[in-house]
């Protein structure tokens, strides 16, 4: 729940969903800010966001994917 907050504060998020617990986690964001980035852009963002659990230790491994909100709409059908 705290790694939601942290996200959430740092970016605005039309989904976001966490699964996973500890060390690792798999998250899927979704996000009007991942317009016009790369696939590396965004996970820089999304890094840039969680440096400092990751500096810390608190936070080992996250896996995610990021979307666009029209990529969201698109891959729901």
Do not use: Y
Not at 3 to 25: F, S, T, V, W
Not at 45 to 60: A, P, Q, R, T, Y
């Amino acid at each position: 729940e705290r790694l939601k907050e942290i996200i959430l504060a740092g970016m605005a998020c039309e989904r976001l969903a966490l699964d996973g617990g500890g060390h690792r986690c798999e998250a899927l964001i979704v996000g009007a800010e991942f317009v016009g980035k790369s696939r590396v852009q965004r996970q820089q963002h999304v890094n840039k966001i969680l440096k400092e659990k990751f500096d810390s230790g608190e936070l080992h491994a996250l896996s995610f994917k990021t979307l666009t909100p029209e990529e969201w709409s698109a891959q729901r059908g």
